[in-house]
């Protein structure tokens, strides 16, 4: 992450200008006369130590650290994470499997940072637009504190913006807690949330400047672009479906399209601005968020990341949800957590699409007997255990020697991300702004194709919304997306449904018709290659399996059943989904099992919210209404 800025982090915490308690309830404040707030916000410097001191709640493991990104937002049908969902109602793999519980303290803990960060924005919301300095101020230090107060404003944005596509109903403050009289507040509708920080946006992107204007902001804080696109995100939301309480089925209000209008005008804005573009090489984006100083992110497509850093506030992004590092002998263990969905792999369009081998490994990382555990091997993986292929360990400045956390940054807003959107809300109003909703989506499929004939999109209404539902499949894989989106389209029930019997096809192992699978493999074969940590297509290219390149194998029946002594290691293939007895009948632990199989817990029109903490509940005196089912 930018040096400035780490440094900037790490004394707000050492000094703790403004210390809050965790929200536990709104009761836990600390009195304004004993943080000297007017004083503090009547000094850029502080000012801006406060406004920093507001980005710090996103990192951490209770925000984009690891729960927020590592298990929040899987899922769906891009990747899971398998666990046993009975065995702890708040363990990490219940969230991802739906079988979270009230009892949860993961859970409670996401939570109540979120609130932490609310409480933060709300404090710098009041005392920066009351200030001497941004009244009456030179013309420079105005415009910091405009900056500073837009950057809160965008900052208390996200934060509601977790809570309600994760809780709904949340209860909804905009003043600082020491103001509140009640202070166990109820649920809160989250339409009237979703307006009230849609308005807060449009300001906030006219106090704050373009990035090529706040070089020093790199992304790792909010400018214009970031701020527009976010609001254009939440702005879908407001327009999609969401399950709610009163009716308890997923629905969407009738002024829907109104949102899609906000959305498709702040994605116009943004490109036609040009202060943001596509980064040619797709693999670089991600290694932009492990590699600080060097970054590789030229064209800015990279808007808005979470910076990590220090102890507290570090990621277990590499350690932990990246690609599997088993004992290698240049950067130890890492990675490994959550995996790919099998059939997600032959989603992409093979020898074409350079994304999928960048999405998800098909390998891991070993050291290597025959070579006395001294070079690191690349070592094929069954179909259940491909990883998440951008983020990765050895991308970052540790090596086998350290432990813990590594300090790779989140990416929260990209500007594929702009480009879909736009194309998303241009075909639901029939609009075209400087370029079509169609040249939107085929920019980002024509960095994803190369010189390979990008797919033919179809022009209707229907046909073109099922392409753009396809390509953020493909183009956001293991990015915490996939799952929102589905919820706010209302197709994440349809969406399991779908991806469970693509599953038990891929079980099948005799030919059957219409069966996209017929032609992969039972088993692979394969013999460990040196692992250079190069380019990622390369990486995934020179894997050794027998029967050719992995582009052949993958997709090739395989009729050899005895491991060759050339390649001695057997891998399940589609053996991994399961397999059918004579009458036909599908024997699958991964589909099939109530606590570990694919997403075994959900339940439609119940559990596309998360339920509110007991803690919570409790310490809201009963204010707040339970989410039903739970």
Known sequence: MNTNFKNIMMLLAATALLTLSSCKKYLDYNSPSKLNLEQTFEDVNYTNSQVIGIYTKLAGGNGYGNQLSAYFGLGADDFMYRGNAAFDGGADYAVANYGVTPASNPMYNVYVQLYDGIE?????????????????????????????????????????????????????????????????????????????????????????PWRDELPDYVDFRFTKGAIKALRARIA????????????????????????????????????????????????????????????????????????????????????????????????????????????????????????????????????????????????????????????????????????????????VIRYADVLLMYAEAGNELGLNGSITPLDALQQVQKRAYGSNTIPVTPTDKTGFFEAIVKERLLEFGGEGIRKYDLIRWNLLASKIAETRRKIAQFASKAPTANNPYNNAPEYIYSSKTTFTNGNLNTEAAS???????????????????????????????????????????LTSTFLNDPNTGYVCKFKANSRELLPYSDRVISEHRGAITQNFGY
């Open 236 to 411: 879908l939301a407001r327009g999609g479906y969401s399950l709610r309480n009163d009716s308890r089925i997923m629905q969407r209000r009738s002024d829907y399209q109104k949102y899609y209008q906000i959305a498709f005008e702040e994605c116009r804005d943004i490109i036609d601005s040009k202060k943001h573009a596509l980064n040619p090489v797709y693999e670089n984006i991600f290694k932009t968020l492990h590699s600080a100083p060097a970054r590789y992110d030229d064209q800015r497509e990279l808007m808005f990341e979470v910076a990590m850093w220090g102890q507290i506030n570090d990621s277990n992004i590499g350690s932990a949800f990246g690609l599997n590092f088993a004992d290698s002998p240049s950067w130890g263990g890492a990675g490994g957590r959550s995996i790919a969905v099998m059939t997600y792999f032959y989603e992409f369009e093979n020898g074409k699409d350079v994304r999928r081998d960048v999405t998800m490994s098909t390998y891991k990382v070993v050291g290597d007997a025959a070579t006395n555990y001294a070079v690191d091997r690349k070592d094929a993986v069954s179909a259940i255990n491909m990883n998440i292929a951008k983020f990765r360990k050895s991308w970052t400045a540790f090596n086998g020697t350290v432990t813990g956390t590594y300090g790779v940054n989140w990416p």
């Open 543 to 585: 894997l050794n399996l027998y029967g050719g390149v992995p582009n052949v194998v993958y997709f090739t029946p395989m009729t050899v059943t005895t491991a060759p002594s050339t390649h001695p290691d057997r891998r399940y293939w589609r053996q991994e989904a399961g397999s059918y007895d004579a009458a036909g009948v």
């Open 120 to 208: 933060r924005a709300n404090i710098a919301c009041k005392y920066i637009p009351n200030s001497n300095l941004y009244k009456n101020g030179s013309a420079a230090d105005k415009a910091k504190m405009k900056r500073y107060y837009g950057e809160a404003l965008s900052l208390r944005a996200l934060y509601y913006s977790e809570l309600i596509r994760n809780w709904g109903d949340v209860p909804g403050t905009f003043v600082p807690a020491a103001d509140v009289k009640n202070q166990y507040l109820g649920n809160t509708d989250r339409d009237s949330t979703y307006d009230h920080i849609i308005d807060d946006l449009r300001m906030a992107a006219e106090l704050v």
